[in-house]
């Protein structure tokens, strides 16, 4: 008997596709339907508790891309989680165009979980290079935590 490899969670396969690009709401929302089967009109519910979970968790920070770089929203972890709910229940399309309310970038909280599942996988570190050659986001601030001052 083979043993068989242990599935992905989502957030580990989430954060797995972090090793490539930051990902995006319609990412996150076609990878909950594919492995959860979810459908309207609970698909929207069902990524917006996994993307809480990652901004949570601080496994990922929220922000925008621009001019090809990341660039992590000065919020708390809630206030970020809150403003992607608002603005994508605010667009017209729920498919939503890259990176149109957010991008979504690994933390060093978030590369120690991609870590671990390599590992389990048996894969080599070519995945490291490929990480490497863009930097690790902040995570937005913990809710209890006081603001810049």
């Known amino acids: ?42 698909l929207h519910a069902a990524t917006m508790k996994v993307v809480g979970a990652l901004i949570a968790d601080g496994l990922v920070a929220a922000g925008d891309v621009t001019d090809g770089a990341f660039q992590e929203w000065d919020c708390t972890r809630d206030e970020a989680i809150a403003r992607i709910d608002q603005e994508w229940r605010a667009a017209s ?10 991008a979504l970038a690994p933390t060093q ?11 389990r996988e048996g894969e080599d570190d070519s995945w490291r290079r490929r990480l490497a050659q863009g930097s690790l986001a902040q995570a937005q601030r913990p809710d209890s935590s006081p603001g810049p001052t």
Do not use: C, H, N
């Open 109 to 119: 909280d978030g590369f120690r979980v991609i870590a671990g599942v390599m590992a």
């Open 1 to 42: 008997m083979t043993p068989t490899e242990p599935k992905r969670s989502i957030v580990e396969e989430l954060l797995v596709s972090t090793i490539y690009d930051w990902i995006d709401l319609g990412y996150v929302r076609s990878t909950v339907r594919d492995l959860t089967g979810a459908q309207p009109p609970e």
């Open 93 to 102: 399309d729920p498919e939503l165009w890259p990176f149109q309310v957010a």
